[in-house]
């Protein structure tokens, strides 16, 4: 694999980062009631490919040193996925569940049954569901080695096809399915489907293992198809867009109601995942970027996990300082509550992985890896490890 590549996809790390962050940031801004719709559209509509982009990211990672026909591991290959996920996830769970106990002075979360859920639909914080539908993911990993086999034999007809039911799939869970059944397990099963059902990223996960795996295809593809891929962007964006307006003006929706219609898992929201990815793809592997915009990227992705992790807790005191302060959530505001979760996450991750150098156990239990300690040189002397 190119270095080019590798860069590209830590860029689009990067930038799926800053749409997270994004997102959480439009919710906060409905504090004020008189919120700025357009960058209201800003924070939560052109940033809904950011969660579908990951597990196309995941997938590209994981199948693209993957030999389809050799023999696959699967007990070595889980027991490193759990290490690096469900680890991290469990503590970061914990850790968010007694800052909630803390501040409110509430304990019912820890009933069995409160427990059981937040745990398994991932309910501990906002982000942290994406970590639950990976691992579901990653445990069906021999299940899509075999898809991922037979898709290509076909890849263009085989995804096509893949996208359409992704669409029809997404449109029943969406607007469809309610959970209204006279039992309780299934209601709740139902009602965190969001949660954990890898069928609502199937295609976009899929996609970027079959592009790992023809790269070189994918490359071609790519370079030869950069306008149409620019004009197909372009269209999504004004779809997307236009539902949202159409919501608003004509609906008469609330922007809330907006964005919980318009999201990545509606028609257009899919196509949009699927262009955006295209695009980044294409943008990121062949323009020349500028050397401060690499570099910024290149940081926010290297760090986007422990930034996924730590984001919301930063963003709780942050809006908690605002809301103290008197300030409401005006455009100036929603700009520099942004800003400052990037700034502030991005410096505990560093700090995370500063002292996850010293205190490897801080880093495998809050990252799943552990940190590579430094070592200290004698005076006068140099040691070699070629």
């Given amino acids: 694999m190119s270095k080019q590549r590798i860069q590209a996809i830590e860029?689009?790390?990067?930038?799926?980062?800053?749409?997270?962050?994004?997102?959480?940031?439009?919710?906060?801004s409905l504090a004020n009631p008189l919120v700025n719709v357009h960058l209201f559209a800003c924070f939560e509509i052109l940033t809904r490919f950011s969660v579908p982009i990951f597990f196309f990211v995941s997938a590209f990672g994981l199948f693209h040193k993957q030999d389809l026909s050799g023999k696959f591991d699967y007990r070595q290959f889980m027991s490193r996925r759990l290490r690096a996920v469900l680890l991290p996830y469990l503590v970061w769970s914990l850790l968010y569940m007694l800052h909630y106990t803390w501040i409110s002075g509430d304990a019912a979360i820890w009933k069995p049954q409160l427990l059981l859920q937040y745990i398994a639909f991932g309910l501990a914080s906002y982000q942290l569901y994406f970590l639950v539908i990976l691992l579901w993911f990653y445990s069906l990993m021999p299940l899509w080695r075999v898809a991922v086999r037979r898709i290509s034999a076909n890849p263009l007809r085989s995804?096509?096809?893949?996208?359409?039911?992704?669409?029809?799939?997404?449109?029943?869970?969406?607007?469809?399915?309610?959970?209204?059944?006279?039992?309780?397990?299934i209601n709740v099963a139902i009602k965190h489907r969001l949660s954990y059902w890898v069928v609502h990223y199937l295609f976009i996960f899929i996609l970027g293992a079959v592009c790992a795996v023809h790269y070189r295809q994918f490359l071609h593809y790519l370079k030869n198809n950069r306008p149409a891929i620019r004009w197909s962007l372009l269209l999504s964006v004004t779809g997307m867009l236009g539902y949202y307006y159409f919501l608003l003006y004509s609906r008469g929706y609330s922007p809330e109601q907006a964005v919980n219609t318009a999201h990545q898992l509606s028609p257009i929201g899919v196509i949009y995942t699927l262009t955006a990815t295209l695009y980044l793809c294409s943008e990121?592997?062949?323009?020349?970027?500028?050397?401060?915009?690499?570099?910024?990227?290149?940081?926010?992705?290297?760090?986007?996990?422990?930034?996924?992790?730590?984001?919301?807790?930063?963003?709780?005191?942050?809006?908690?300082?605002?809301?103290?302060?008197?300030?409401?959530?005006?455009?100036?505001?929603?700009?520099?509550?942004?800003?400052?979760?990037?700034a502030v996450s991005m410096a505990c991750a560093v700090l995370l992985e500063k002292t996850g150098q010293f205190i490897p156990l801080i880093s495998l239990l809050l990252t799943g890896s552990l940190g590579k300690a430094k070592i200290k040189q004698p005076v006068g002397k140099t040691h070699s490890l070629g």
């Fill in 284 to 342: 990121f592997t062949f323009t020349a970027l500028p050397t401060g915009l690499k570099k910024f990227l290149s940081a926010l992705g290297r760090h986007s996990y422990p930034v996924y992790l730590v984001h919301p807790l930063v963003m709780y005191h942050l809006i908690d300082g605002i809301a103290r302060s008197g300030k409401l959530m005006t455009a100036p505001v929603t700009i520099a509550f942004f800003t400052l979760t990037i």
């Fill in 159 to 185: 995804l096509c096809l893949l996208l359409l039911l992704q669409i029809a799939v997404n449109y029943y869970s969406s607007y469809i399915l309610t959970p209204n059944f006279s039992n309780y397990y």
């Fill in 11 to 28: 860029y689009i790390r990067g930038i799926a980062m800053l749409g997270v962050i994004g997102i959480h940031t439009g919710a906060y």
